[in-house]
């Protein structure tokens, strides 16, 4: 069974930073794209970055360029985000999906729970 | 990277259809046969409804499909069940996998 466990959320002040870690496990982790979508309280969701198999290929949203990155272990079966600058906007859920495609990694077939950060003074 | 754009709620009656509209640009939902569709129940994670615009993963009810016309993407539920109550979301492949989501449509079974 495939599982997504997120972890290391919390609160911050701004302009701090924090560590999010996603444990995988039910699949062969290095053998799939993953990513992080995150949702404001009572708002949408809004993806935030985007990571290969083998972390050779990388991407962020724009709201997080800069600020945040991301990374994997595939020998811990971990995902990662690392958070600086943090803002009050980037108060969130933050969710780690894995990424399918046939042709290109287009949508996200399993979710973690989510872990959720509050940005405030 | 703008939002898609989609109605605030739909609401139906039980047995009946409904459908969720999606509307973007060129640049995603028109430019790609990749849009996916997203249900979340209130505090709980999204679970995938349907990808690359029509398909369904196994163990979606086939009550749920999907289809494109131009730069609009559509969900439709047929037969409504008072369990299809959730929020849905669309979301666009907008080109080296980057991705935009819809701000959300709430179901509401009368």
């Known amino acids: 069974e495939v599982q997504l466990v997120e972890s290391g959320g919390g609160w911050v002040q701004p302009g701090g930073s924090l560590r999010l870690s996603c444990a995988a496990s039910g699949f062969t982790f290095s053998s799939y794209d993953m990513t992080w979508v995150r949702q404001a309280p009572g708002k949408g969701l809004e993806w935030v970055s985007y990571?290969?198999?083998?972390?050779?290929?990388?991407y962020y949203a724009d709201s997080v360029k800069g600020r945040f990155t991301i990374s994997r272990d595939n020998a811990k079966n971990s995902l990662y985000l690392q958070m600086n600058s943090l803002r009050a906007e980037d108060t969130a859920v933050y969710y780690c999906a894995r990424v399918l495609g046939r042709l290109v990694a287009d949508h996200f077939d399993y979710w973690g729970q989510g872990t959720l950060v509050t940005v405030s003074s | 990277q703008s939002a898609l754009t989609q109605p605030a709620s739909v609401s139906g009656s039980p047995a009946q259809s409904i459908t969720i509209s999606c509307t973007g640009t060129s640049s995603d939902v028109g430019g790609y046969n990749l849009v996916s569709w997203y249900q979340q129940n209130p505090g709980k994670a999204p679970k995938l409804m349907i990808y690359?615009?029509?398909r369904r993963p196994s163990g979606v009810s086939n009550r749920f499909s999907g289809s494109k016309s131009g730069n609009t993407a559509s969900l439709t539920i047929s037969g409504l069940q008072a369990e299809d109550e959730a929020d849905y979301y669309c979301?666009?492949?907008?080109?080296?996998?980057?991705?935009?989501f819809g701000p959300g449509t709430k179901v509401t079974v009368l």
């Open positions: 990571i290969s198999g083998s972390s050779s290929t990388i």
């Open positions: 979301c666009s492949y907008t080109g080296s996998s980057t991705y935009v």
């Open positions: 690359e615009v029509s």
